[in-house]
Structure formats: structure tokens, C-alpha cells
């Protein structure tokens, strides 16, 4: 288990589960991706997550199911937090083999009637879990891996449906260079890079690169990367010691009118004015 001072995560199970209760800040926080399936379960707090190009809300004690290897973002409008859960179901096959073929489709917006008791039974299997964890007891990674198997169970039952061989293995170039941009970007936000630089990382030209992204994240590159690096700056500036002037060098800033000015109008208030609030999550 890893314990920092604002979450706590286990690691990755042999059943490719990994369990987290994750404080999140508020603020928007930029669009990534995984290739694992990710069970989001909101405990307190008012959020919104956009699944390529559409909005949903996330609501308290509500699960949302974001497919694997979609992209997708999250804006929480104050602290927050989450009962987190990564799902890597090729390590399911021995138990329901055909289960990479299915396509989970649950969000609460789209649950229709007929599918909400099995909807309410599986918030209940997440709300038993979270208790478990509240107790602390000595078994809990056991009992929380059968209450989750239990809900991956209903949900391919009940919300999903099955793609065809040829539908798995479709990957557009397209997608898969948004996915390597991104990742790109996670590596090296706290460095200098340009256009050129991010469209030269998958080989296509500075004009192509940029109709390209904005085509399939909805934002420039050059925004995304911002709000990347104010999301990390806003992390910081909860959760470590540095001065205003070290995170902001640290996460690639290069003037600070420049991070005040951003930063402002992006979350609506001052980098130190963050940094001075009381901390409602630890």
C-alpha cells in the first residue's frame, strides 16, 4: 500500500485490480488516458468528467465506468474525494474469457430503468468496500477484490456489449498518435516544448500535428499542455513545501505574471491564495 498525505493507493493485484481513495483538488484536471478500465466512485464533492468530447456529472455515491483507452478529463469544483479503480481485464480471461471483447457502457445519466436495480446493486457493492476500508480490517484487500469481481461481473452482464475480433484490434493511427502525444506531454511538461517539437515526437508535420489535436481533445496543444502544467502547479501548491517561485519553475513556467495571470483564469483565484487555504483533506 502507498500512503501519501493526500491518498492512499494499493498496488496492482494479480488480478490486475488496483484500489485507490484519491483527495483531489479542485480544478480542472487535464484529459489523459489508460489502458486499464476505471471504475470512478465520488464520496463527497461536486464533479464533471467529459469522455471524448461529451460531459457527464458525477454524482456522490454514484459509479461511473470510463472504458479503457478513452480520453478523457475531470473538473472537480472543490476538494474531492474518490474511490479509484483500475481494471486490467486481460488478467480476467481465465474467469470470463471473451471479456476484452466487451465494451462497458455505464454512466448515470444513460442508465435506463430497466438496468438501475443492477446500477444500485453495484454502487452497494462500492459503498460496502469503502466501508470495509473505513474499518480497517485486516482482510480488506481480500474482501474488496471479491466485491469488485462481483461488480465487473454485473457490469458485463448488464452494460455492455461484445465487439467483434476485428472491432478489438482497430486501433486508427489517429488515436494512437493522440495517445503518444499525451503521454509525451505527461513526461515532459516541466520542459520547454514547441509545436515543432511535439509534432517531430510522432513524425507528422507542425500544421497536420495541430489540426490533429484539436480535432480529437477538443483544445490546442498548446492549451492542453497549459492546463497541464497548472493542474500539477495546483497539486503542488497543496501538497509540498516548495515556494510559489520553485513550483512554478518546476513545472515549466517561465515568468511569474505569466503563471498569475494563468493561473487566475483558470481556477479564479491566486497561486497564494491557494497555497494559504485550509486544507479540508488530508
Known sequence: MNRTNHDISYEESPLGITIAFCNTP????????????????PLNGEAAITVEHTAYKLSKKNVTVVESCKIHSTLTYDDSMFLRILIRKELLEYYMPGITLCSIHCIPEQIDEAQFPEYYKIC???????RLYIQDTPSFRMEAECLILQAISRLVRFFSTKNTLDEAAADPLSVSRIRSIIRYAEQHYHENISLQDAAAHIGISREYFCRLFKQNIGVSFLRYLNDLRLSKAYHDLQYCDLSISEIMEKNGFSGQKQFNRTFKERYGCTPSSVRNAPKNIR
Open 124 to 130: 452497494e457493492l462500492l459503498a460496502t468496500l469503502t
Open 26 to 41: 479542485g480544478g480542472y484536471h487535464p484529459s489523459h488516458w489508460h489502458e486499464e478500465m476505471e471504475l470512478l466512485y
